[in-house]
């Protein structure tokens, strides 16, 4: 007849570490230095969070930078790291953030965060950029532009007052006004450059979804006309 033992104290306690997570690391790895620039530090409208920038640079000049977000004794870091510092935006309500990303010469990602129980954590599984680029090649007035370089998603201003200043009434803390920009190879050999200027879509916060207001249309078509002839 088998017997049944309690497992030793020693091996209940080893069997339980192994089923618990890994503890967060507590801050940058060693060699990352907070950056002195000012600029490069944000704090969210209710003064919970604050935003630190690091910087690391090898003997070869390589330079990698990562972004922790100091919420009391806890720090997150906000990946992925990267070789440009970013900018940062939240909402009003402190609940959402948004990583404006140099990637490249004339080239931005948009990342989205949001605020939970004291974390900063990624809002969405892809970046808020390709997310952005997906929907508009998904339109079918805007699929068949092929875009080459200088490929770039920034946060229009107005998070802090729900885009008032566009002259329109929509809920506070609800919607991201993303603006896509980019360049092409092939064009007209009369035109020096061609491609997309500030074509500007609608992020829904709570449903995830995208849109274009009817107050964009104008601006939108002409977007798609861009062009600089020399």
Known sequence: ????????????????????????????????TLSDN?????????????????????EESDVRWQVWARHGEEMTELKPEQTYPAGF??????????????????????YLYHVKKGAVVSATRKSLSDLAWAYFHSRSDTK???????????????????????????????????SLSGEMDKHPKNVAVKGLADWRCRYDLETGTFDVPSIFARANAEALRWEIRR
């Not at 503890?23 to 990352?32: D, E, T, Y």
């Open 1 to 32: 007849m088998a017997v049944f033992r309690r497992p030793a104290r020693w091996l209940a306690l080893v069997l339980t570490m192994a089923a618990s997570p890994a503890l967060a690391a507590s801050g940058p790895p060693p060699g990352f």
């Open 144 to 178: 068949r532009m092929k875009l080459d370089y200088h490929i770039s998603a920034n946060l229009v201003k107005g998070t802090e007052d729900g885009y008032r200043r566009l002259g329109v009434r929509w809920p506070n803390n609800r919607y991201l006004v993303i």
């Open 89 to 110: 935006r939240f909402t009003d309500d402190s609940q959402w953030l948004v990583r404006m990303q140099k990637t490249g010469s004339g080239e931005q990602d948009l």
């Open 38 to 58: 000012t600029d490069l530090a944000f704090t969210s409208p209710d003064g919970a969070t604050r935003i630190e920038q690091y910087v690391k640079e090898s």
